[in-house]
Nanobody
């Protein structure tokens, strides 16, 4: 059974930091491209960052320089380090795993990030 479990969300003040984790089970992690998405209230889900199976990364413009995506293939886990958080970063953050050949995609249940003073 495939599981993606996010953790690390919470309430933080503007300018603060959080580190999200996405622990995976039941997939060959090393052949999956991994992504972080987020969905704010009343808005569509949007792609925040991605990391390929080979470690290439890409980011949404508004988080460049503040967020860092990474992966630890030995631990089957992906991370999102979020620094200098802003109120507009408030959302539910979801991890997504998509096999590099396109056959198979999975979602986590989400973790809430709230940036507020």
């Amino acid at each position: 059974q495939v599981q993606l479990v996010e953790s690390g969300g919470g309430l933080v003040q503007p300018g603060g930091s959080l580190r999200l984790s996405c622990a995976t089970r039941g997939i060959i992690f090393g052949i999956y491209h991994m992504r972080w998405y987020r969905q704010a209230p009343g808005k569509q889900r949007e792609l925040v960052a991605l990391i390929t199976d080979g470690g290439t990364t890409n980011y949404k413009d508004s988080v460049k320089g503040r967020f860092t995506i990474s992966r630890d293939n030995a631990k089957n886990t992906m991370y999102l380090q979020m620094n200098n958080l802003k109120s507009e970063d408030t959302a539910i953050y979801y991890c997504n795993a998509r096999r590099r050949d396109g056959n198979g995609a999975y979602w986590g249940q989400g973790t809430q990030v709230t940036v507020s003073s």
